[in-house]
């Protein structure tokens, strides 16, 4: 196995995920939206040559438990947009933004009886403006779940506090539950939280990008188990957390990006497939199975394998630009925060 790497791999840390015979139903929603931003540097870095936008969609994740009503992981970007305090700086920025469609539309189009309170939960993976949809299209009786610190930090939304991004009618009329997390239970390096008590879905507390961001760990199959790891907005694009010491490049595989970070550790392990909100390598075009289908049976389909390495297509201009002898990383000063608001 080794020889086919640049460098051997080393073995990962154990992630000590518990033992459960419970599964969930993942489904990928693909909610058409589609983000063209830039400059590229805020939400990425170094800059590189051959991209200079963000370019993706806003992915969503309808969770099916067998017992209890569907919750939902990220929300996506609202159909009116427009209505957000956000807004005029994303005309300024001259930001490409294109929603089709309500992620609760495309719901009640599959037959989910949103209005009647079929979703029990819109889990929030951070209160970024193309993750929080549109709360108010669901009822009160689903309630909104956030992580640690974000009541104190975002409450009370716009136009209560003006200088908030939130829509204080994502909150009105329904419960928000705020998560906390300890240092007794962690999946790998990062505190964990079980949602359903069954060990089927997990949340993890990965602060970073936000304050408050989570990440959603789902166990898609027993025997083996295999797990579906939602990493919102933990990074922006694949040469954030590949290659790694556990998951080298292959060795046909050119070039070798310069950063990585802690979910590394997962997406070594080859039962589990790391879904990043805005990673346009698996959707367009689609890589595997998008709403109304499930994605349950992607290990078997060899989606990880297939899409573990496509991001490298990114650095084709970096690769001609460094054969002419050109500079082709650039560090620059940049904060994503600037962006956001």
């Known amino acids: 196995m080794a020889q086919g790497y640049v460098v051997p791999p080393k073995q990962p840390p154990q992630l000590n995920i518990p033992k459960s015979d419970v599964t969930v139903k993942v489904s990928c929603v693909d909610s058409t939206s589609r983000l063209d931003l830039g400059p590229l540097g805020p939400f990425l870095q170094p800059d590189y040559t051959g991209r200079n936008k963000l370019l993706g969609p806003a992915l969503s994740f309808l969770i099916e438990h067998p017992q209890r009503k569907p919750v939902l992981f990220d929300l996506a970007i609202r159909k009116d947009f427009h209505v957000l305090p956000s807004y005029p700086k994303f005309v300024e920025m001259k930001w490409g933004i294109h929603v089709d469609k309500d992620v609760s539309t ?10 009647g309170g079929a979703i029990q939960s819109i889990i929030w993976s951070h209160h970024h403006w193309d993750h929080v949809g549109n709360p108010t299209l669901f009822p009160g009786s689903t309630e909104l779940v956030v992580g640690p610190g974000s ?21 009105e009329g329904r419960n928000v539950r705020e998560l906390s997390f300890d240092d007794s239970f962690k999946i790998g390096r990062f505190r964990a939280f079980d949602f359903f008590g069954d060990g089927s879905f997990y949340l993890l507390d990965t602060p970073g990008h936000s304050v408050g961001h989570m990440c959603g760990l789902a166990r898609t199959s027993t025997h083996p188990d295999t797990f579906i790891f939602m990493g919102g907005d933990a990074s922006h694009h694949g040469g954030e957390f590949r290659p790694t010491d556990y998951s080298p490049l292959p060795k046909e595989l050119n070039p070798m990006p310069p950063r990585r970070r802690n979910q590394g550790e997962f997406d070594a392990h080859e039962k589990v497939l790391l879904l990043m909100a805005h990673d346009d390598s698996v959707i367009d075009p689609p890589q595997s199975d998008f709403y109304p289908k499930t994605m349950n049976y ?19 201009g970096v690769v001609k630009a460094n054969q002419r002898g050109e500079e082709v990383f650039t560090w620059g000063e940049h904060s994503s925060w600037d962006y956001y608001g």
Not at 106 to 115: A, P, Q, R, T, Y
Not at 155 to 162: A, H, N
Not at 298 to 316: A, M, S, T
């Open 298 to 316: 992607w290990y078997e389909k060899g989606v990880g394998k297939r899409v573990k390495w496509l991001f490298l297509g990114d650095f084709e």
């Open 151 to 171: 009541k104190d930090m975002y409450l009370p939304g716009y136009l209560e506090r003006q200088d908030s991004i939130l829509m204080a009618t994502d909150f």
């Open 106 to 115: 495309i719901l009640k189009e599959n037959g989910v009886d949103v209005d």
